[in-house]
């Protein structure tokens, strides 16, 4: 997905399509091209910004560790770069951690926003000393061993073995992560805090997708709350990447949210 730069801003970005914005964010070691099958079925409606998050893709990448408050405010800082005032603001997994962030600082600036395969819970201490132990690898061996090693995980049981193109763009993707930048947005997602809240005193629309199978955000973590403005989908027979495992059903899933707004 091509990106872009403008000057003075933090990140790397696609621009798509016209229509109503939709912000969409990505996961940890991926990248604007996370969402490279799902746009083109967006952009004929939606005018659709896909950012490399701090540390990822093309985005600069100093040395961490990062908050995923920052992750966020790099996005408000694209928004007010292009001169957009509101948006709908959609991440997956790390990105939905920023998402939450963001609306719970900067909700004016949202007309919905939603978690695909995320979760507004925070790491429980054995999944800190995870995100450590991933922050000290990435840094020692580089960042491939790590990606290699977990990539496959992301998708349903069997499913990577059945996606082998799916997998190794994945993976492609994941290489590209400097390892400063893994590092420091791992150590950004250790201190996550609880955001359940976010989504439970919200009066705006949010959309929340998981996967039947799921091993990293299962619909009973991705829906650990809600509320009457809430709209919840499980994307049957999907582990962590839809975005690769299911992109039609999830490029529907967003439009129609969307759309209803």
């Known amino acids: 997905m091509q990106r872009k730069q403008q000057t003075g801003l933090p990140i790397r970005y696609a621009d798509r399509g016209e229509g109503p914005v939709l912000v969409l964010l990505h996961g940890f070691v991926g990248s604007a091209d996370y969402w490279e099958r799902v746009v083109p079925m967006l952009e004929g409606h939606f005018r659709c910004i896909v950012p490399d998050l701090l540390g990822h893709g093309e985005s600069e990448a100093p040395t961490g560790p990062y908050t995923i408050e920052q992750l966020a405010d790099g996005v408000l800082k694209l928004l007010d770069g292009l001169d957009i005032e509101q948006a709908v603001l959609l991440g997956h997994s790390m990105g939905g951690y920023t998402a939450l962030s963001f609306a719970e600082r900067y909700l004016e600036r949202l007309r919905a926003f939603g978690l695909v395969h995320s979760m507004p819970l ?128 999830l490029a529907r899933h967003i439009a129609s949210f969307a759309e209803s707004l």
Request: charged letters at 30%; aromatic letters at 6%; a negative charge.
């Open 122 to 249: 925070p790491d429980d201490e054995a999944g800190k000393e995870k995100r450590t132990a991933v922050a000290e690898r990435v840094l020692r061996e580089g960042t491939k061993p790590f990606v290699e090693q977990s990539a496959p995980n992301w998708f349903a049981p069997n499913a990577a073995a059945r996606m082998p193109a799916e997998l190794d763009r994945v993976l492609q993707i994941g290489y590209d992560t400097k390892p400063e930048g893994a590092a420091g947005a791992a150590l950004a997602m250790r201190e996550r805090p609880d955001r359940g809240h976010v989504i439970r005193e919200s009066q705006l629309p949010i959309l929340l997708i998981a996967g039947s199978e799921d091993g990293i955000a299962p619909p009973e973590k991705a829906f650990a709350a809600e509320n009457a403005h809430t709209s919840k989908f499980v994307i049957e027979g999907s582990g962590h990447m839809s975005l690769f495992e299911a992109p039609q059903e």
